[in-house]
């Protein structure tokens, strides 16, 4: 088990995080059915106030706790550094979700070591559900433990993905459907990567991939995944790091499937 840094209270490491995704959570509800002021970021990508309220809130909380640990935040920045302790949070992930009323988003709070990911939470308010893991311990939804589907062939399985803010990215999304297709039941697209990797963990997936993330898209994903017992590598088939900028989150089987179908396409051939 991780050996946490002391937090200014004494109360435990996954205590705290848990309470910043639960005051995260409640705000995200109460906003959701107000009106919203949208501002665009890039094409298809959007910020609201409300993903401004919740990373102040979050923030505040940890920085009481752990004053000396720095923050990577969406909305606010930072370093991500493999030195030492770094909090990484994406106040809510899915954000042109929330802001088109669609009931599928989730906040994203890691903690990472020496750039390995120690502790990860994806906190869905609409749902109830929150997925959370500790290194070496497991990964849980709503304190029960989930692993990775056991079905060994994609045939028989569902793709997860969400589609690139990068056009380029998009088009090599779809080239990797059709490069499958039909060799799945079915596809799906979610608008939340943080919920994407969580549902994958939980054997609602089988496969979940994505051009392109930020390392606080993908960092509570990352443990949650490998903890349930999936593989989570880059393009080129490399174990994902906070830094990967394309992933592949599956069970054992379903990863060298998907990486045998798709050895030839444009996606996985891109340098990393």
Do not use: C
């Amino acid at each position: 088990m991780t050996d946490f840094p002391r937090s200014s209270s004494g109360r435990n490491t996954i205590d705290i995080a848990m309470e910043a995704a639960g005051y995260a959570g409640t705000i995200l509800l109460r906003r959701f059915s107000e009106s919203k002021n949208i501002k665009m970021k890039g094409r298809g990508n959007v910020v609201t106030e409300t993903d401004l309220e919740v990373e102040v809130v979050v923030k505040e909380i940890l920085k009481k706790e752990y004053p000396e640990i720095p923050i990577l935040a969406e909305e606010s920045g930072g370093h991500l550094s493999n030195e030492g302790w770094l909090w990484i949070i994406d106040p809510l992930d899915g954000t042109r979700n929330f802001a088109s009323n669609i009931p599928h988003f989730a906040t994203v709070i890691a903690l990472a070591h020496n750039g390995e990911v120690q502790l990860g939470i994806t906190h869905d308010p609409i749902r109830n559900e929150t997925f959370h893991s500790l290194k070496g311990l497991g990964a849980f939804l709503n304190g029960q433990s989930i692993s990775v589907s056991d079905e060994e062939s994609l045939a028989d399985g569902i793709l997860g993905l969400d589609l690139s803010y990068d056009d380029q990215g998009g088009a090599y999304s779809l080239d990797i459907i059709k490069s499958i297709w039909p060799g799945m039941q079915t596809a799906r697209i979610f608008g939340s990567a943080a919920l994407g990797l969580s549902y994958l963990a939980a054997g609602r997936l089988h496969v979940f991939f994505h051009h392109k993330l930020e390392p606080w898209d993908q960092a509570s994903g990352l443990l949650i995944v490998e903890e349930a017992g999936g593989l989570v590598t880059d393009r080129a088939g490399n174990r994902a790091r906070l830094a990967s900028d394309g992933i592949i989150a599956a069970s054992p089987h379903a990863h060298a499937e998907f990486m045998a179908l798709t050895k030839q396409s444009a996606w996985r051939g891109e340098t990393v």
